[in-house]
């Protein structure tokens, strides 16, 4: 078996590796923190904004988005394209209920 | 790939012009399946959305008898096991040293274990608390009704999750012992990368569920 050179992916520095683990710790002490403040309804888009962050690093840096091919980019971005489709045309019926009788 | 039995599947199959492609082509299957798991665990979400808009205080309130510190610790220990599985890529990218890359993975199947085993502690005070959905369930606070339909979604997406977690267990635990036997190193690693991208996703799902699970109304 000889050995092909490596196809060339991209190596992720290991210093980005637990530097993003470490910034994924105090994003989830500091939501957790935040939480037991009252910012009244702005606790939920601190807390949502917040996991976005956090979702962000995981995916641009553990699951190599920042790194990889603009098709895998538009195959993702379609997948939040749906989930927001979803989310929003169903929140859409929900929210305006009763706006006509009013 | 008859002729590769036994040896690194590192050849190029005929219909790819290269390896790299071999290996994108790869990646771009394994996102699709996740664009599937998005919208899969995006269904849950909606349902969620639609009733904590709809009975807010009984969301809060049942958000309120969960346990924040398990929640929390439960967190902090998936974001560790995100850490050493994109530390098994990254040891079988760049070297061929087949125990650190067993060892990474053998890390991560026992965070996961761990986060698992919180879980069931956590599931085993609920069902203490009779606060599982169903006949046995009791509630003393206020529209026992609607906080019910708060612990069903609870169950229900820590369920699918930790499903999902049991699953990644599983493949972790066919990888390390592929990685023991020298099956992976620079050449190729596709599967261990693969398999990453589905455990980095889990702890996405988490990422969220843990703020709209724990954190509604904790101030109050």
Request: charged share 10%; hydrophobic share 55%.
């Amino acid at each position: 078996m000889t050995e092909h050179a490596a196809p060339h992916a991209h190596v992720v520095p290991l210093a980005v590796y637990f530097g993003v683990f470490i910034a994924l710790l105090v994003f989830t002490g500091a939501t957790t923190a935040i939480a037991f403040v009252d910012l009244g309804r702005f606790n939920v888009a601190v807390a949502l904004t917040i996991a976005v962050v956090k979702a962000s690093l995981v995916l641009l840096y553990f699951m190599h988005l920042r790194y990889t091919s603009r098709l895998t980019l538009v195959f993702v971005g379609i997948a939040f394209f749906w989930l927001g489709t979803m989310i929003g045309l169903t929140m859409s019926d929900i929210v305006s209920r009763g706006w006509f009788g009013a | 790939m008859s002729d590769h039995v036994g040896t690194l599947p590192a050849a190029t199959a005929h219909q790819f012009d290269d390896a790299v492609q071999q290996r994108d082509a790869s990646g771009l299957g394994m996102w699709v399946f996740l664009v599937t798991e998005i919208l899969f665990f995006g269904g849950l979400f909606t349902i969620y959305t639609v009733y904590r808009s709809l009975y807010p205080e009984a969301f809060g309130h049942a958000s309120g008898t969960l346990d924040i510190t398990l929640g929390a610790v439960n967190t902090a220990v998936l974001i560790g096991s995100s850490l050493t599985m994109a530390l098994a890529v990254h040891t079988a990218q760049v070297s061929r040293n087949r125990r650190l890359v067993a060892l990474f993975l053998c890390a991560t199947i026992v965070l996961g274990g761990v986060f698992l085993g919180i879980k069931g502690v956590e599931y085993a005070q609920k069902f203490h608390e009779h606060h599982v959905p169903g006949p046995s369930f009791h509630y003393s606070g206020a529209d026992a009704q609607h906080a019910e339909l708060f612990f069903c979604l609870y169950f229900l997406m820590t369920g699918l999750h930790a499903l999902h977690m049991v699953i990644g267990v599983g493949l972790l635990s066919v990888l390390a012992v592929m990685a023991l036997r020298g099956r992976f190193g620079p050449s190729y690693y596709t599967p261990v990368e693969l398999t990453g991208l589905y455990w980095h996703f889990v702890d996405i799902v988490w990422i969220f569920l843990f703020p709209l699970l724990y954190l509604v109304e904790r101030h109050s």
